[in-house]
Every structure is written in structure tokens, then in C-alpha cells.
């Protein structure tokens, strides 16, 4: 697709992306939260990969996935500045499947990595290496799947409201989420983001930037469905100008009642994301103004500035 339903974002320059509107797609440092493992300190450590965006135990070629462990490095945390991404953070390298990773942020305890897109389908073996050293630091095991849907979310648990952009690019939430956010009106189309797409085509290189054009599509159909109904998907792939990042532009249904945690839910190879929410507004329950403008001062119509 094309037009203003595909808008090139910000390139990644650390952990966090700002998108047009402002936007965060949150991937936490730091100390781990709800929801995130803790792990015990042992002799080689041991290491638990997930999700970065749902947190689920399975990730996907070229996803963006989250290591946890445990005193892992003693130099401070480092985030990617730049593009490609480096393979080396704060002295710490990652190989899944024997294949090193590009990083986008390293610390004492999180890691936070693209899995290789030649990493094959099944339990894959994780080592994090230190200062060049051949013998693991910390190791682990996790599982890959052809496709492994994520959606990211507001507050980075991986639940509730989706991130998300309305058609006109503001966020799409409560009105009083975030400063200009608002519901979507039926009928009309948002962009979420994700990641877990899997091999796209055309493939783009590890820890490269994905074009915008050609696009990176997804390799198979993606369905959308919004508050229970399937939903008309636009375009399935890789965000343009991000490493990993899966963007999908649907269309809310036109049915769909007025709902700020309205349901969504994605899948590719049946494979499906947890459910996440979306802020939407049935078009016919939306207000319209129409009228003349008039100045404060005089109460003469402003010529050009009616409201329709």
C-alpha cells in the first residue's frame, strides 16, 4: 500500500523509538517488573528469553526478543546508537542458535536483542558471551516459531491498550491517555505495532534497518480481529526505517459500538498474539459542528473560517 496509509518513522537510536506522534514503544530497563523474570545469581548464569513486546516464551525469526539474567556485566548500561546494529553492548555479545545477534541494549541483567533470521523453528540454545571471552557468561533455551505475534502495549506489559496511531497519526487511546490521543472512528484505519512477523519478503538483513521500498511484507496472510470481527488488513510487514518491528495497518470495522478497550487480537501461521485492546468510537456516535466563525471582538463573520 502507499499514499499517507505508509508514513517512514524516526531510525532507531536507542532503545526506545519515538514514532511521529510521540509515542513510545517501551522494551523496560532496568530492574525487571511485573510480569518479567527474575533470576537467581548462579556460577554460569542462566538466561530467560521472551517476547520483548508480550512477553510470551516464544519469539520468531528476526523478532525482537528480551534476555533476562543476572550479573551479567559490571560496565554500565549501553543502548545501540545507530544502524545497523552492533553485535557488542557494555562488553556483552549473544549468540541464539549459534548465531550471533544484534543488540539493542545490554546491562547487568537485560538484554535486549533481534533473533536471527536463520535461527531455525524449535528450541534454540542462548549464550551471552563477556569481553571477546569463547566461553559462555550465561546460557539458556528458547523457543522459535515460524510466526510468533506480540503486540506492543502503553503500559509494556504486553496487555491492555495496544500501541497504536489513529489514520491522522495521533495515538490511539482514552482522550485523556496522552496529550492529543483519542479513540478511532469506525470505519477508518490505525497502525499498530508488533513484532514476532517472522521472515519477510523480501528478507532484510540482520540488525538492518527495513526499507521503504520495496517493503518487507509479511511472508503470509495476517488477520486482524477488533472486537470480535475480522478486520480488512492493509498492510503487513516491517515498519520502514526500524529493526524488527512489525507494523500493521488495519481497518476498524464499521460495525463496532463505541468501546475504549475494544479487543484485538493478531495472527499469522496460527499463530496467535494475547489479546490486547484498542480505543474506538462508532462513526455515527461521533459529534459534528458546522457554522460561522465571528470575531470576539466585533461578532462579524470571519470570512474563509466556517466550521462544516
Given amino acids: 500500500m502507499g499514499g499517507s496509509r505508509m508514513k517512514p518513522h524516526p531510525r532507531l537510536g536507542s532503545l526506545r523509538w519515538l514514532l511521529p506522534a510521540g509515542i513510545v514503544l517501551g522494551i523496560a530497563v532496568g530492574m525487571a517488573g511485573p510480569g518479567r523474570p527474575v533470576l537467581a545469581t548462579r556460577a554460569t548464569a542462566a538466561v530467560a528469553v521472551v517476547n520483548a513486546a508480550s512477553y510470551a516464551d516464544s519469539v520468531a525469526p528476526g523478532s525482537i526478543a528480551a534476555l533476562f539474567s543476572t550479573g551479567l556485566t559490571v560496565q554500565p548500561a549501553q543502548s545501540a546508537g545507530s544502524l ?21 541494549f545490554a546491562s547487568a541483567a537485560q538484554i535486549n536483542l533481534q533473533i536471527p533470521n536463520v535461527v531455525v523453528a524449535g528450541n534454540a540454545v542462548v549464550e551471552v558471551f563477556a569481553n ?18 506480540g503486540v506492543f502495549t502503553v503500559n509494556q506489559e504486553g496487555t491492555l491498550q495496544a ?25 477508518t484505519f490505525v497502525v499498530i505495532y ?4 517472522g521472515r519477510t519478503s523480501p528478507l532484510v538483513g540482520d540488525g538492518q534497518a527495513s526499507p521503504g521500498g520495496p517493503l518487507a511484507n509479511a511472508d503470509g496472510p495476517t488477520t486482524v480481529t477488533i472486537g470480535g470481527v475480522a478486520a480488512q488488513v492493509l498492510y503487513s510487514g516491517l515498519a520502514p526505517g526500524y529493526v524488527g518491528l512489525w507494523q500493521i495497518n488495519a481497518v476498524l470495522p464499521a460495525s463496532l459500538a463505541t468501546n475504549l478497550t475494544t479487543s484485538l487480537r493478531l495472527e499469522l501461521k496460527s499463530k496467535q498474539s494475547q489479546p490486547t485492546t484498542l480505543a474506538v468510537a462508532n462513526k455515527n456516535d461521533l459529534a459534528t459542528v458546522s457554522g460561522a466563525v465571528v470575531s470576539a471582538l466585533t461578532g462579524a463573520p470571519v470570512n474563509g473560517a466556517d466550521v462544516a
Avoid: C, H, Q, Y
Fill in 84 to 104: 545497523p546494529l552492533p553485535t557488542t553492548l557494555a562488553g556483552l555479545s549473544v549468540k541464539v542458535g549459534g548465531i550471533v545477534t544484534p543488540l539493542f
Fill in 132 to 149: 571477546g571471552s569463547a566461553t559462555p557468561i550465561a546460557t539458556g533455551s528458547v523457543s522459535v516459531a515460524d510466526s510468533a505475534p
Fill in 194 to 197: 508488533a513484532t514476532g512477523v
Fill in 163 to 187: 500501541t497504536a496511531l489513529n489514520s491522522d497519526f495521533s495515538i490511539n487511546s482514552n482522550f485523556d491517555a496522552f496529550p492529543g490521543s483519542r479513540p478511532e472512528a469506525s470505519g
